[in-house]
């Protein structure tokens, strides 16, 4: 992959794409502007961390509901950001996320993701 300015412009959007995610998670009380994240026709899939698949603004919405209703704390840590495939509107990136969080009932949580 030519690494050119508007390579470079592209692939900072798509970092800032996945830091207004984790950022609107960790605040648990915006659903809003977590749903900015989303398309209207966006598919959620949570299947790999053994939770369902969304698919749309109303299946998503009612997931961040409860996940903001039930967690008193939210931290996700990324690093390693890179974009593997970046053609045309497409692109195709992978980091590593561990998202850290305390429900309201005192249950700890912690998960890898790559």
């Known amino acids: 992959m030519e690494r ?24 648990l009380d915006d659903l809003d502007g977590m749903l900015e994240n989303f398309t209207e026709d966006a598919v959620f899939d949570l299947t790999a961390l053994q939770l369902p698949r969304f698919e749309g603004h109303a299946q998503i919405r009612a997931f961040f509901e409860q996940v903001f209703a039930d967690m008193s704390h939210h931290a996700h840590l990324l690093t390693n950001f890179r974009v593997d495939r970046l053609e045309n509107n497409e ?5 590593y996320v561990t998202g850290l969080g305390r429900s309201k009932s005192g249950t700890q949580i912690c998960v890898y993701v790559f």
């Open 4 to 27: 050119t300015l508007e390579y470079l412009l592209e692939k900072d959007a798509l970092e800032q794409a996945v830091i207004r995610y984790c950022t609107s998670t960790d605040k």
């Open 91 to 95: 692109a195709d990136v992978k980091c």
